[in-house]
Structure formats: structure tokens, C-alpha cells
């Protein structure tokens, strides 16, 4: 499987219920990002974790980052239906030449009213 | 301070045209990338420039695609002689300092490339 992919593929849950979505990864990481994109659209910047940080909070998002096991989750608590959109984790490259950035395949989540 | 601007937002070119994507990083911002997303998928990385520099290209395919930066202006992405497959969102990011590790990418609108 390729860096940073996500799981599942596609959730569905009711507004109010929460929302886990899970990366893995292969290589060493700087920081591990998660965007949230909607159809059709371009890419909001949600969360940054270092690779020093276990655990971050931004508003009713919470993301967790385990080195040992390579591997993130991002928690959406109380979800709403403009939650709906596709969410992706991103990893840098880890050698500070670039930070390009290696997308995973995404969770698509759909928050139904 | 406005965002990253990419222009056209959508593209139609037939197969064998040359197509043009620019991206105007955000003030102050010297790092330009560049992301291909196929329908369904997440973006790839293509290439990375800074002002005059190509750093890394290596996302990008060997032929038919080029980018730059120039010292004056915004980075183009040119992709010559367009094939059906090149159909794609493009999303330009653009950053202050990648060195440090810890910067986010500001990634544009993107530009919607459809060959026909």
C-alpha cells in the first residue's frame, strides 16, 4: 500500500455521531497533516501533528499520532452534515529538502441530516 | 493577504494541445508545489519549486510536462500535446519556509483540466 493511506474508504454516519478515520504510513515522517476536501474543491489545511506530539485538539477535531505503529487517527465529535467531504492525511517527505507532501487515497465521509 | 490563486479554475483542451496552469503563491511565500488529483484519488506530487529553481521533480513524467518559476510572475505548469489520461484536478501549494519542517502547505483552488 502507498504512504498515508486511509480507512475506511468511505464512512457514513448520522449528524451527531462521531467520526474516526485512520492513516497509516511507511517511512519516517517531520509531521503527519490532515485536509478535508469537499467535491470538487480545493484543499483546507485542518490539523498539523509533529512527530513529537501523541495527541492535538482543534475544535471538535481531535488527531492522535503513534510512530511506533506508524499511524494516525483523525476524530470528528458531533458531526454535522457540512462535515461532509472527503478527508485526507498527508505525510512530508522527512528529509527537510522539500516537505513535499504524499497524499493518501482519502475517507470519503458522508454525515447524513 | 489573499490565498493562492491558480487560474483557469477549469481547462478544456483537445488532445494535442498544449495546456497552461499558473499559480500565484501567497504574499511572501517563495515554495511553490504542485499536486496532480485523478478522479476518486488523493493528489500526487509532481514537482516543487523555488523562485529560478526546480528543487524536485521527480513526480513529475518525463515527457510532454514542465513547470517553472520564474523570478518575475507566477509558476506555470505546462503540459504539451494533451492526452485524455492528463484529465485531472491540479492543485498548486505554496509555502514560507519548507526547511523548517513544521509549515503547513496553503494549497490553491485547484485547476480542472478536461481533455476531450
Known amino acids: 500500500s502507498q504512504q498515508g493511506e486511509e480507512d475506511p474508504q468511505a464512512l457514513s454516519i448520522q449528524e451527531g455521531e462521531n467520526a474516526t478515520m485512520n492513516c497509516s504510513y511507511k517511512?519516517?515522517?517531520?509531521?503527519l497533516q490532515w485536509y478535508r476536501q469537499n467535491s470538487g474543491r480545493g484543499l483546507v489545511h485542518l490539523i498539523l501533528?509533529?512527530?513529537?506530539?501523541r495527541e492535538k485538539h482543534s475544535g471538535r477535531l481531535r488527531v492522535t499520532l503513534d510512530t511506533s505503529k506508524k499511524s494516525s487517527s483523525l476524530l470528528i465529535t458531533a458531526s454535522r452534515a457540512a462535515d461532509t467531504a472527503s478527508y485526507f492525511c498527508a505525510t512530508d517527505a522527512g528529509n527537510n529538502a522539500g516537505n513535499m507532501l504524499t497524499f493518501g487515497g482519502g475517507t470519503r465521509l458522508m454525515v447524513k441530516p | 493577504n489573499a490565498g493562492v490563486m491558480q487560474n483557469p479554475r477549469h481547462l478544456v483542451r483537445r488532445r494535442g494541445q498544449e495546456a497552461r496552469l499558473r499559480c500565484s503563491p501567497m504574499?511572501?511565500?517563495?515554495?511553490v508545489y504542485w499536486y496532480r488529483q485523478l478522479p476518486e484519488e488523493g493528489l500526487k506530487f509532481m514537482v516543487y519549486l523555488q523562485k529560478e529553481n526546480i528543487i524536485d521533480e521527480s513526480g513529475m513524467p518525463k515527457e510532454r510536462f514542465s513547470a517553472e518559476f520564474p523570478k518575475e510572475g507566477p509558476s506555470i505548469l505546462r503540459i504539451q500535446q494533451v492526452v485524455r489520461g492528463d484529465s485531472a484536478a491540479y492543485f498548486c501549494?505554496?509555502?514560507?519556509?519548507?526547511?523548517?519542517?513544521?509549515?503547513?502547505?496553503?494549497f490553491g483552488p485547484g485547476t480542472r483540466l478536461t481533455v476531450t
Open positions: 501549494a505554496s509555502s514560507p519556509f519548507p526547511g523548517l519542517a513544521f509549515h503547513e502547505q496553503y
Open positions: 504574499k511572501g511565500h517563495s515554495h
Open positions: 501533528i509533529r512527530s513529537n506530539e
Open positions: 517511512t519516517s515522517i517531520n509531521n
